[in-house]
């Protein structure tokens, strides 16, 4: 069990440019979340898949982002045309239905818009 | 609205001191509450989780209490030590099919030695 990872831990971009970030769940975990934290706040749930199907969205997520799980393990989030406001803390969880649904969360990806 | 209220947003104490870190939630339909700790720049670590059947979970110098009918939680440290500096968040999932957790803002510890 080596937990949750986030590749990469920090992005800067420059406006209009396209980022995808990677999630690597802890190996036996069913359920995958992203959730966005900027400074000062708690992070806000953004979506979550139950092994391959993403199952809810956040209003939060606008149609420039995109979420994947193909396989049931690793996920990646793509944010498109970034905006200075997409500047944030982006988290990853997961949790395994037999485990009480805990939710253990990664590193997280720091982005940083210019 | 579900909303995480966390009550104070800082504070400082000095070692030794045992403290209360205070949680409100507004609708008492909830499955569980977890707590979280999280250092500067850093991701969550989960403290504990409290089952909406649970009245209190311990771990160690950490003790969390849920009192559903008045919508509370309360986080209890003793004897708080420099290493236990950081943001203390307070999370939770509303019942039913409703997988994702609500936070609050946190409260932002300080131990000073």
């Known amino acids: 069990d080596t937990g949750v990872s986030q590749d990469p831990r920090h992005k800067i971009t420059k406006r209009g440019q396209n980022v995808t970030f990677r999630c690597d769940p802890i190996?036996?975990?069913?359920?995958l979340y992203w959730y966005r934290q900027t400074l000062g706040q708690g992070p806000e749930f953004l979506t979550y898949f139950q092994n391959e199907a993403q199952l809810e969205k956040s209003r939060l997520l606008s149609d420039r982002f995109s979420a994947e799980r193909p396989k049931g393990s690793f996920s990646t989030l793509e944010i498109q045309r970034t905006e200075q406001g997409d500047s944030a803390m982006y988290l990853c969880a997961s949790s395994f239905t037999a485990n009480q649904d805990t939710q253990y969360f990664g590193p997280g990806t720091r982005l940083t818009v210019l | 609205k579900q909303e995480v209220t966390q009550i104070p947003a800082a504070l400082s104490v000095p070692e030794g001191e045992n403290l209360v870190l205070n949680c409100s939630f507004t609708?008492?339909?909830?499955?569980?509450l977890q707590w979280f700790r999280q250092d500067p720049g850093k991701g969550l670590t989960s403290l504990l989780l409290i089952q909406s059947s649970q009245r209190e979970q311990t771990s160690g110098r950490l003790n969390a209490s849920l009192d559903k009918s008045s919508g509370r939680s309360t986080l209890y440290i003793a004897a708080s030590q420099p290493g236990d500096s950081a943001t203390y968040l307070c999370a939770v999932r509303y019942g039913g099919s409703n997988y994702k957790l609500t936070f609050g803002k946190g409260t932002l510890l300080t131990v000073n030695p």
């Open positions: 190996s036996e975990h069913n359920r």
């Open positions: 609708d008492s339909a909830i499955y569980n």
